[in-house]
């Protein structure tokens, strides 16, 4: 086996190791904090838990059933790693909630189960998405719409969850617990947010100077970055410029500002979120 084969090997047994911890630490989340205390969490998750409230059948059963339409969708539509990947993690989710349903729950109190559940629940969905997969078919049919309507995921998934949430309320739980069930929504769905992007804001910074020569050797200087020049030319007076680029951490932000002002106060500064670098030996701590 070549070292390319094996980088590969290694690389998808990494990431069926982190998509089985994901499933599982989403299925504490589940099962120990949120559905013994009558509390949702949207999309197929959530229509799985109402259906085992009605049926008396397992919501395990439920999570594997309702996911397959999704699944066989992604599969036309987006992949078939990603499908495979989405695949398993519904069947560890489905098996690890189908174990730790006979345990226990941590705490019966409601706004404990609520925040603690939300926050394991969303670490566990993150890891899955982190590594290329998905625990919930909705997630599918919100990445396939967001690419053919002006529509973000994110949106698209806050509507398919209102009506689940409002589903909930009418036919098996109260609006108090529709009310819960919409917090533990928000706060799973920014804990996916960290896990996937990181708690570390990133930012790309574009800066148009007069000076660009003097203010990246001062930047150079203070904050240890790298910066690039990007050669481009004014349309107004077609002359060439040196445009400056960098990425810097949210925090740096006001270091970057003060020392483009103190240079030059005409400075045009652009800036813009970073999900994700690797690369180049960046490291997000403070080079300060």
């Given amino acids: 086996m070549d070292t ?10 990494q990431q069926i190791v982190m998509i089985t911890i994901g499933a ?12 013994p205390n009558s509390i949702l969490d949207g999309g197929v998750i959530g229509l799985s838990i109402i259906g085992a409230e009605l049926t008396g059948f397992k919501m395990s059963l439920f999570i594997i059933i309702l996911n397959l339409p999704f699944l066989f969708i992604g599969f036309r539509k987006i992949g078939i790693k990603f499908t495979l990947h989405t695949l398993y993690g519904v069947v560890v989710l489905s098996i690890a909630t189908s174990f730790l349903h006979h345990l226990e729950p941590f705490t019966n109190d409601l706004f404990l189960a609520t925040i603690i559940g939300a926050v394991i629940l969303g670490t566990g969905v993150g890891l899955v998405i982190r590594t290329g997969g998905a625990l919930d078919g909705t997630e599918i ?19 398919i969850n209102v009506f689940i949430f409002t589903l909930a309320a009418l036919l098996v739980f109260s ?6 069930s919409i917090i533990t929504y928000f706060i799973a769905y920014k804990m996916i947010d960290i896990v996937v992007e990181g708690l570390e804001e990133l930012k790309s910074v574009t800066i148009i100077s007069d000076t660009p020569e003097e203010i990246a050797n001062r930047l150079i200087k203070e904050l240890g970055r790298g910066i690039t020049y990007i050669h ?10 040196k445009i400056i680029y960098s990425i810097v951490t949210r925090i740096e932000l006001s270091t970057v500002r003060a ?17 994700d670098i690797s690369g180049s030996n960046f490291r997000k701590e403070n080079a300060h």
């Fill in 175 to 180: 609006w108090e617990t529709a009310m819960y």
């Fill in 4 to 13: 390319l084969k094996k980088k590969r090997l290694f690389k998808e047994v």
């Fill in 259 to 275: 020392i483009t002002h103190e240079i030059d106060p005409k400075a045009l500064i652009a800036i813009e979120n970073v999900s």
């Fill in 232 to 241: 481009g030319e004014g349309v107004y007076k077609n002359e060439p410029k």
């Fill in 24 to 35: 599982i630490i989403a299925a504490v989340g589940l099962e120990l904090f949120l559905v």
């Fill in 141 to 159: 049919i919100a990445i396939i719409i967001s690419k053919k309507r002006p529509v973000s995921v994110g949106q698209t998934v806050m509507i």
